[in-house]
Nanobody
């Protein structure tokens, strides 16, 4: 049973930084493409960014490009989202997600962690 546990959210001020972590258990971590999504109240879930199996390839939503960085530590089965220069519009519940590299859709999800950015 694959499980994702994400953590690290909190209340910060605009311009601050925050680091989210996601630990994956129950599967072979290196077969997973990993991603972070977010969902703000009243809005659809948004893909924040992805990272490939080796960690050598990443992609980001335009809204976070240059501010957010996704990384992974394969020996520790962990993926991290470093968020810099946070803005109030970054306020959302952030979810870690995983999919086997051959799939199109993300099929494993963390429970979500709340990030609130005050102005």
């Amino acid at each position: 049973q694959v499980q994702l546990v994400d953590s690290g959210g909190g209340l910060v001020q605009a311009g601050d930084s925050l680091r989210l972590s996601c630990v994956v258990s129950g599967g072979t971590f290196t077969i997973f493409t990993m991603a972070w999504f977010r969902q703000a109240p009243g809005k659809e879930r948004e893909l924040v960014g992805t990272i490939n199996r080796s960690g050598g390839g990443t992609s980001y939503a335009d809204s976070v490009k240059g501010r957010f960085t996704i990384s992974r530590d394969n020996p520790k089965n962990t993926v991290t989202l470093l968020m810099n220069s946070l803005k109030p519009e970054d306020t959302a519940v952030y979810y870690c997600a995983a999919k086997q590299y051959w799939r199109n859709d993300f099929n494993y999800w963390g429970q979500g962690t709340q990030v609130t950015v005050s102005s």
